[in-house]
Each structure stands twice: as C-alpha cells, then as structure tokens.
C-alpha cells in the first residue's frame, strides 16, 4: 500500500516555463513534507520543505504548495532551467517520528534547453 | 563541513552471503537512517539509529541489521543475501530528526549474483 503517490514517472519541459510536480499521500497523520532532487549516481538532495500548519513554502525558484484537505501536494519550479533535470521524490513524515520517510516513487523531469 | 559518506560504494556479492555496509554522517549529526532503493519499489525505509539506538525501523525481514557507534558511525548488515537485495542503499543523516533535513550519501551499490 503506497501511501505517498507521484502518478507521473517522467516530466517535460521546456526551459523558462514552469514543472509542474504533483504529490498524493493517504496517510492523514503525515504532517510535514519534503522534495529531494536525485541526479544519477548521487544520493538525493534536499530541495524544500512544508509543514502542514502551512499551505505554501518559497525558497528562490522552488515553491511548494499543500492542499491538506485533498492529501496533495506539488512542487513548483519556476523558471525551470535544464540543470533542474533530475527524478523529483517527494517524501512525507509523522512529526516525532524521527527521521522516518515515506518517499513517492519519483518523477523524472527533462528540462529542453 | 564533510558529507555523508558510504563505503564501498559498489559491492558484489553472492546468494546466501552477508554484508557489511558503513555510513559515516556529517560532523555532529547523531541520526542516520537507511534506505533501499530499487527500481520497482522506489526509495524504502530500513530503519534509523540515534545516539547507538534504533529508534524507528521499517518493513524489512530480520535479516536487515544495523548499529550505531559512539562517534555516530554507521553499519548495516545484511545476511543470507537473496537476488532482491540487489540494490542502492543509502544512508541519511541530521542533526537529531524531522523537521532537521536529511542529507543523503551517494549510496553504495550492492550486486548479488
């Protein structure tokens, strides 16, 4: 039973638009979330975070966006560049749950120059 | 300030070994968390240790272990090696858990033939 869902395995876009990255989860107890970024051979890296006492988190290019009430989020990048190409997973937590993540499968976007 | 390091970070191994993965965390982070990530189930949790304690564990068989020592290194152990334990296993650390970010190793790649 996946309880965090990315439903789209790969993303194109071309540079200076905007991704688009989107996120369910199930598990209402989640409360706080996260988007790595993961390029080949390296571990992923964090990217942004939201709690859920929020409904929006900006950092420079990156805005995440939570919809508690349909179990949705979604990562933004504007404007996408081709060095954002890379797979997307974002990650959900229970709070007091340590360093617990629950991943999503990923989405692997494609920046066009 | 140095990353999270892992070693080896490719292994081959055969049905019905064990193995010995090392994580090293950043300087003054005392939480380390495993994952495995294969292509069909995406990045799981294995468990997480803080100050030498397991404090959270995931869904994996007893034959998945691991350990912390005092200076926050650390190991896992996997034994009787099966052919879906193929693949990349990645260690996180932080400072003491969420909402502290995980930074993530590249992970050591492990091949079991």
């Known amino acids: 039973d996946q309880q965090v869902k990315q439903n789209s395995p790969s993303l194109s876009v071309q540079e200076g638009r905007i991704s688009i990255l989107n996120c369910d989860y199930t598990?209402?107890?989640?409360?706080?979330f996260l988007w790595y970024k993961k390029y080949p051979a390296e571990g992923p890296t964090f990217l942004i975070s939201i709690s859920s006492i929020k409904d929006k988190n900006e950092d420079g290019r990156f805005t995440v966006f939570l919809n508690k009430s349909a179990k949705h989020l979604s990562l933004h990048i504007v404007p996408s560049q081709p060095g954002d190409s890379a797979v997307y997973f974002c990650?959900?937590?229970?709070?007091?749950?340590?360093?617990?993540?629950?991943f999503g499968g990923g989405t692997r976007l494609m920046v066009k120059p | 300030k140095a990353g999270v390091t892992q070693t080896p970070r490719y292994l081959i191994k055969t049905r019905g070994q064990q193995v010995t993965l090392s994580c090293s965390p950043i300087s003054g982070h005392r939480s380390v968390s495993w994952y495995q990530q294969t292509p069909g189930q995406g990045l799981q949790f294995l468990f997480e240790y803080f100050s030498e304690t397991q404090r959270n564990k995931g869904n994996f068989p007893g034959r998945f272990s691991g350990r912390q020592f005092s200076n926050s290194r650390s190991e896992m152990n996997v034994s009787t090696l099966e052919l879906g334990d193929s693949a990349l296993y990645l260690c996180a650390s932080s400072l003491q858990g969420i909402p502290d970010t995980q930074y993530f190793g590249p992970g050591t790649r492990l091949t079991v033939l």
């Open positions: 598990n209402s107890m989640f409360d706080y």
């Open positions: 990650a959900a937590s229970v709070d007091n749950a340590g360093n617990m993540l629950t």
